[in-house]
């Protein structure tokens, strides 16, 4: 790998009349999220212009936002997108779901402090002044990023916990969401496991079934969110990219960003439990919905 080749490699494909996509598409794509951010102190110690500017002026679009994308750095990129979901026309929801609820305490860690350095509020204020009720204050307890990552189980507290969801929500008229939330927005992933098994079978349900059947909206899909990724992340996001591509037009923000933040965590995982979900690959349903360069950079970053 060489930071210089590269950024001169970028430089070429934008200088003079048209752009190359497909330079910068092979260039970006086979380098990992290090190395571009190499590219681009490279690229303006040698060259003198800010490749982010160069990018955004000969591209548009989707493509343009993928691009942009895969050259923000990890954090960032989820910091950006927090603030877009917040502060942008109408809240968007979805996106604050799925970035709080897959987060890990550390990665949650690093986007609070750059958000508040980046916008001069803290994450948590503009979730507050932006959401409200139940939902809210699941949000804010997820961007606290204060969850259990051991992975000890306690049988007798995941007895407690499970009869505790039962008594909150199946067993009696109305639910108590502070129960839901308290134990599924803090207790670890293996102990979380245990409860879920312990409460199928005092209830003779699913955790999820009952969670459909006592919220709504979007207090209910946050916590089926936290749920879904405590058993099975990759099958969250394998979920989550059907939908934004399933039906009439895209949701191009939400396989946008799934697609730049997770190409390099988990995305052959992603791959696998989309065949076995929907029995089709991942590539074929973004060959179907997508189309031009933005199909390119997308079926590079999922890759076979």
């Known amino acids: 790998f060489s930071a210089e080749q590269e950024a001169q490699a970028l430089r070429k494909a934008m200088k003079g009349l048209g752009t190359d996509e ?7 794509t086979k380098l990992n999220v290090y190395q571009r951010q190499q590219v681009l102190i490279t690229y303006k110690s040698t060259i003198g212009r800010d490749l982010i500017d160069d990018l955004k002026s000969e591209l548009s679009g989707n493509f343009e936002k993928v691009i942009v994308g895969l050259m923000t750095p990890t954090t960032m990129y989820d910091v950006h997108e927090l603030r877009r979901a917040l502060k942008g026309a109408g809240t968007d929801e979805g996106c604050l779901i799925e970035i709080l609820a897959s987060r890990t305490n550390e990665e949650i860690r690093h986007i609070n402090e750059n958000y508040r350095i980046q916008y001069g509020s803290s ?37 407690q916990d499970a009869q505790c969801l039962y008594e909150a929500g199946e067993k009696k008229w109305g639910t108590d969401e502070v129960q839901f939330m308290s134990i599924l927005c803090t207790r670890n992933r293996c102990h979380l496991l245990r ?65 730049v933040s ?16 929907y029995g089709k690959s991942l590539h074929s349903f973004i060959k179907g919905d997508c189309s031009g360069d933005y199909r390119k950079v997308l079926l590079r970053l999922c890759g076979g």
């Open 22 to 28: 497909d330079a910068i598409i092979e260039t970006l």
């Open 123 to 159: 994450l948590e204020e503009d979730i507050v002044s932006d959401t409200s009720s139940m939902f809210r204050r699941v949000l804010v307890s997820l961007a606290t990023g204060n969850r259990d990552e051991r992975t000890f189980v306690d049988e007798a507290l995941a007895q």
């Open 195 to 259: 409860v879920f098994d312990v409460y199928r079978g005092i209830a003779n349900k699913d955790i999820t079934e009952s969670i459909k059947s006592e919220m709504s909206g979007d207090l209910e899909d946050a916590l089926l969110a936290v749920v879904k990724c405590m058993r099975n992340k990759p099958a969250y996001f394998a979920e989550r990219l059907y939908k934004s591509m399933k039906g009439l037009g895209t949701d191009d923000s939400t396989l946008i960003r799934v697609m």
């Open 262 to 277: 997770r190409s390099e965590v988990d995305m052959l995982y992603i791959r696998r439990e989309f065949l076995a979900m």
